[in-house]
């Protein structure tokens, strides 16, 4: 009988890091493709909250590419998306007919 017991090892934690910063961005959008998030290489961002402030139904999706067929949720107007995931990639979105407003808000970490 062999007994192989592993020797403790103090894990490493990486501290837990709180937005303390954020910004807000209003965006028209037209029935065309528009980056309403950048894509974000340092990975600070902590969420996202797309809000619909227009009169007409808007479409986004996490990624570059939006389409009537492609895309991650409709925002009817007063409508919100809040995403705690911490996605760091573009966000792009477009109306789905007529012009309308999206507000952005991204938490980040200024490091």
């Given at each position: 009988m062999t007994l192989f017991n592993i020797s403790p090892q103090?894990?490493?934690q990486q501290p837990t890091s709180f937005s303390n910063s954020n910004t807000t961005v209003s965006f028209s959008l037209t029935t065309a493709t528009t980056t309403i998030a950048p894509d974000r290489p340092g990975r600070n961002?902590?969420?996202a909250i797309l809000?619909?402030?227009g009169t007409a139904n808007a479409i986004f999706n996490l990624g570059?590419?939006?389409s009537p067929t492609i895309f991650t949720a409709e925002l009817l107007p007063g409508g919100y998306f809040s995403d705690p995931s911490g996605w760091q990639g573009p966000i792009?979105?477009?109306a789905t007919s007529s012009p309308?407003?999206?507000n952005v808000t991204e938490p980040i970490v200024i490091i």
């Amino acid at each position: 009988m062999t007994l192989f017991n592993i020797s403790p090892q103090a894990s490493q934690q990486q501290p837990t890091s709180f937005s303390n910063s954020n910004t807000t961005v209003s965006f028209s959008l037209t029935t065309a493709t528009t980056t309403i998030a950048p894509d974000r290489p340092g990975r600070n961002r902590k969420g996202a909250i797309l809000y619909n402030a227009g009169t007409a139904n808007a479409i986004f999706n996490l990624g570059t590419t939006v389409s009537p067929t492609i895309f991650t949720a409709e925002l009817l107007p007063g409508g919100y998306f809040s995403d705690p995931s911490g996605w760091q990639g573009p966000i792009v979105a477009r109306a789905t007919s007529s012009p309308t407003v999206i507000n952005v808000t991204e938490p980040i970490v200024i490091i």
